[in-house]
């Protein structure tokens, strides 16, 4: 029987033995593709289109028609193995002497058109560095939150940390836990401004946009552990007509402790230290009774003015403008923690007391910077800002 190889080995026997001998009388100059004339013909058009590309995209396109898989003398050498064997090497040199003055042409054009095409976007991308430059506005933090920022920093310093709330607060920690009685004039409408208002129900379960930052206080009390230190700089909303001193909108900073042992000399001391720090030691601070329902005894504290150090208020001085020759600037407002508040948040009034204090921020701005009407601090004028040397 046949083997698979046996049958293959027979298979071309038979097919050499059909094929035509070699051609030994063959003439390479017959094969047209491959005669001179033939030859010089596409050198002298590969040549040619080469020197006319007159872009680096001509130049790939004439490369592509003359040295390409399809370019007459690269199927001109495909011919040469259909030489007798002595013809090959005569012709192969001679196609392939071509075939590199080609390559060589291309490669001289592609660096001049390079070089043309370099020195263009040299020019077309120039940049005049000695042109003025168009500035960048790069906006900056408003003095008021850098102010508020700032306040803060004081009481950070001295160990406090910083709390926050929602502007949009509960009746409840507003006004009721900060023992406000229902009938309070601050819970009108024509002082705080009600998100949602639900009258006739027991208690208060309105929604108010928060009028001050003393919320803050009930949240701190109710989910931080004693001893309590915190400051709590905000933003308000109050129902009122704007003036020189007054905005419906504007910021406060809280500050409590409570501790064990706390005392009014603890507040006047932390009020001290504050006024120090920002301007400098050597002024005195006043306290004088005021009312708040959530402090018992309460206060408004006053600085002696950081201008005419109390010269002003002197028969015949010059007047001052920053504390309207008065002497004092009054700074906040204050007092010990009422212990129905520390009651309304669960804490034994009998082993813990407090203090807090609250003061407004713009109107602390306008003090230090002698600004004489609040509302140029929400104009949103870049004016204003720049005074400040804030980078604009
Ligand atoms: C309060 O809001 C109290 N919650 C402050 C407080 C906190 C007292 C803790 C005791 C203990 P008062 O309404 O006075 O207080 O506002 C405090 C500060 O906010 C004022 O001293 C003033 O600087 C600023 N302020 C008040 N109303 C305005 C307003 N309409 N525009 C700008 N600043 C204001």
Same mark, same amino acid.
């Given at each position: 029987m046949r083997t698979l190889a046996g049958s293959v080995r027979a298979h071309w026997k038979q097919a050499i033995r059909t094929m035509s001998a070699p !051609?030994? !009388?063959?003439?390479?100059?017959?094969v047209t593709a491959l005669s001179p004339e033939e030859i010089e013909r596409a050198l002298e058009a590969a040549l040619g289109a080469i020197a006319a590309a007159g872009s680096l995209d001509e130049l790939k396109a004439a490369r592509l028609a003359h040295s390409? %898989?399809?370019a007459p003398l690269t199927l001109a050498r495909a011919?040469?193995? &259909?030489?007798?064997p002595q013809a090959r090497a005569e012709a192969g040199k001679r196609v392939g002497a071509v075939q590199g003055q080609v390559k060589a042409a291309i490669g001289r054009r592609q660096a001049a058109l390079e070089k043309e095409r370099d020195e263009r976007v040299l020019i077309a991308e &120039?940049? %005049?560095?000695t042109l003025p430059a168009a500035r960048q506005v790069q906006g900056a933090r408003h003095p008021v939150s850098l102010s508020a920022e700032l306040l803060s920093d004081v009481f950070v310093a001295m160990g406090y940390e910083v709390a926050e709330g929602p502007e949009v607060e509960a009746e409840w920690y507003n006004f009721d836990a900060l023992n406000f009685p229902p009938d309070h004039p601050a819970r009108e409408m024509q002082d705080t401004l009600f998100i949602a208002r639900q009258d006739g129900l027991p208690g208060s379960s309105g929604i108010v &946009?928060?009028?001050?930052?003393?919320p803050v206080q009930i949240r701190s009390l109710l989910t931080r552990p004693l001893p309590l230190y915190v400051v709590s700089p905000g933003r308000v909303y109050r129902n009122e007509a704007s003036d020189a001193t007054h905005l419906a909108a504007f910021y406060q900073i809280e500050g409590l402790a409570v501790d064990e042992g706390l005392t009014m000399a603890d507040l006047r001391g932390a009020i001290q230290a504050f006024v120090d720090v920002l301007f400098g030691a050597g002024l005195r601070t006043r306290l004088r009774p005021d009312y708040f329902p959530f402090t018992e005894p309460s206060a408004d504290v006053s600085m002696e003015c950081h201008v005419c150090r109390g010269a002003s208020v002197k028969p015949g001085a010059d007047p001052c403008r920053t504390c309207r020759s008065m002497g004092w600037i009054e700074l906040a407002g204050c007092g010990m923690v009422n212990p129905r508040v520390l009651v309304a948040c669960g804490i034994d009034p009998d082993r813990y007391s407090g203090f807090a204090f609250g003061l407004g921020v713009e109107r602390a701005l306008m003090l230090a910077h002698g600004i004489g009407d609040i509302k140029d601090t929400t104009d949103g004028d870049v004016r204003f800002s720049r005074a400040f040397g804030m980078e604009l």
């Amino acid at each position: 029987m046949r083997t698979l190889a046996g049958s293959v080995r027979a298979h071309w026997k038979q097919a050499i033995r059909t094929m035509s001998a070699p !051609n030994k !009388n063959y003439d390479p100059v017959e094969v047209t593709a491959l005669s001179p004339e033939e030859i010089e013909r596409a050198l002298e058009a590969a040549l040619g289109a080469i020197a006319a590309a007159g872009s680096l995209d001509e130049l790939k396109a004439a490369r592509l028609a003359h040295s390409g %898989d399809r370019a007459p003398l690269t199927l001109a050498r495909a011919e040469i193995g &259909a030489l007798p064997p002595q013809a090959r090497a005569e012709a192969g040199k001679r196609v392939g002497a071509v075939q590199g003055q080609v390559k060589a042409a291309i490669g001289r054009r592609q660096a001049a058109l390079e070089k043309e095409r370099d020195e263009r976007v040299l020019i077309a991308e &120039a940049v %005049d560095v000695t042109l003025p430059a168009a500035r960048q506005v790069q906006g900056a933090r408003h003095p008021v939150s850098l102010s508020a920022e700032l306040l803060s920093d004081v009481f950070v310093a001295m160990g406090y940390e910083v709390a926050e709330g929602p502007e949009v607060e509960a009746e409840w920690y507003n006004f009721d836990a900060l023992n406000f009685p229902p009938d309070h004039p601050a819970r009108e409408m024509q002082d705080t401004l009600f998100i949602a208002r639900q009258d006739g129900l027991p208690g208060s379960s309105g929604i108010v &946009a928060r009028t001050h930052t003393s919320p803050v206080q009930i949240r701190s009390l109710l989910t931080r552990p004693l001893p309590l230190y915190v400051v709590s700089p905000g933003r308000v909303y109050r129902n009122e007509a704007s003036d020189a001193t007054h905005l419906a909108a504007f910021y406060q900073i809280e500050g409590l402790a409570v501790d064990e042992g706390l005392t009014m000399a603890d507040l006047r001391g932390a009020i001290q230290a504050f006024v120090d720090v920002l301007f400098g030691a050597g002024l005195r601070t006043r306290l004088r009774p005021d009312y708040f329902p959530f402090t018992e005894p309460s206060a408004d504290v006053s600085m002696e003015c950081h201008v005419c150090r109390g010269a002003s208020v002197k028969p015949g001085a010059d007047p001052c403008r920053t504390c309207r020759s008065m002497g004092w600037i009054e700074l906040a407002g204050c007092g010990m923690v009422n212990p129905r508040v520390l009651v309304a948040c669960g804490i034994d009034p009998d082993r813990y007391s407090g203090f807090a204090f609250g003061l407004g921020v713009e109107r602390a701005l306008m003090l230090a910077h002698g600004i004489g009407d609040i509302k140029d601090t929400t104009d949103g004028d870049v004016r204003f800002s720049r005074a400040f040397g804030m980078e604009l």
